[in-house]
């Protein structure tokens, strides 16, 4: 989808999801159903009939029943997603708790950030595939160098385009913006290298098709090593490994 023009960097907040938040949707929704059924109960009861705008009233209310349990099924998909990740690797998380208490408090004091406060959240350890250059006047040049079986290449050009439009930033006097660098591994290719190399046939070998379900890490695990990674296959577009971004069947800007 088309991505507005970037807005100014408004002040951070921190949201959490969990278990106890999708419980209070489904509470909240089942309160609303509960008033549905009174509300049927009392039009079969009505002496004289009921009017076709009270039938329409109640058809209405289920509809939006049937919406709101949508974002409930999101919440509930979110929570299987990242609970179970978050249990594989805690210290991860916990590490990226920290970093982000420390954005949101430094960004919530009035002014820029100067170097004090970045150098309170700690020092950032890049991974291999993401090189800083200082550039001259005060710019810092992020080069992320990734890996990809997508072969759309109008898809490749868009993604591209909103990753450096919108990855900007500022830290003191310095710019920082990003260049993305993207090698296509078509997925043939991906998929029958290693059977071909092994003597297999490469009728063994075929990539999944579209809609199909994968093992999402054994597909990331096929890429070599040296670039992040961009990949599709995921119920919800997310980051995970360190080093990949798979991509929902979702529209998103």
């Keep these: 989808m088309a991505d507005t023009p970037p807005k100014p960097p408004a002040r951070p907040q921190v949201v959490s999801y969990s278990w106890q938040w999708s419980e209070t949707f489904i509470a909240r929704e089942m309160a609303a159903l509960d008033r549905l059924d ?14 076709r705008s009270a039938y329409e009233a109640l058809v209405a209310g289920y509809k939006a029943a049937v919406d709101h349990r949508r974002p409930i099924d999101a919440d509930i998909d979110y929570n299987w997603l990242w609970q179970a990740d978050i249990a594989r690797d805690r210290p991860r998380y916990d590490r990226s708790t920290k ?12 002014g820029p950030l100067t170097r004090d406060m970045v150098a309170e959240m700690g020092s950032v350890d890049p991974p291999a595939f993401v090189r800083i250059e200082a550039l001259a006047d005060h710019h810092r040049l992020v080069t992320v160098s990734m890996y990809t079986d997508i072969t759309d290449a ?10 450096e439009t919108m990855w900007r930033g500022h830290a003191g006097q310095d710019e920082l913006r990003v260049r993305v660098d993207v090698a296509v591994i078509p997925p043939e290719r991906l998929y029958c290298a290693k059977a071909v190399d092994a003597g297999k046939a490469a009728a063994n070998c075929a990539p999944p098709r579209a809609g199909e379900k994968i093992d999402v890490a054994a597909h990331i695990a096929r890429f070599p090593e040296g670039r992040g990674v961009l990949t599709t296959g995921a119920g919800s577009t997310h980051e995970t490994a360190g080093r990949t971004i798979v991509v929902g069947p979702h529209d998103v800007t």
Excluded at 38 to 49: F, K, Q, T, W
Excluded at 156 to 161: A, D, G, H, P
Aim: a negative charge.
């Design 38 to 51: 009174v509300d049927l109960a009392e039009v079969a009861r009505a002496p004289s009939g009921a009017s």
């Design 99 to 110: 970093l982000i208490d420390a954005i949101a408090q430094a960004q919530s004091r009035p």
């Design 154 to 163: 109008t898809f490749l050009e868009e993604f591209t385009r909103a990753v």
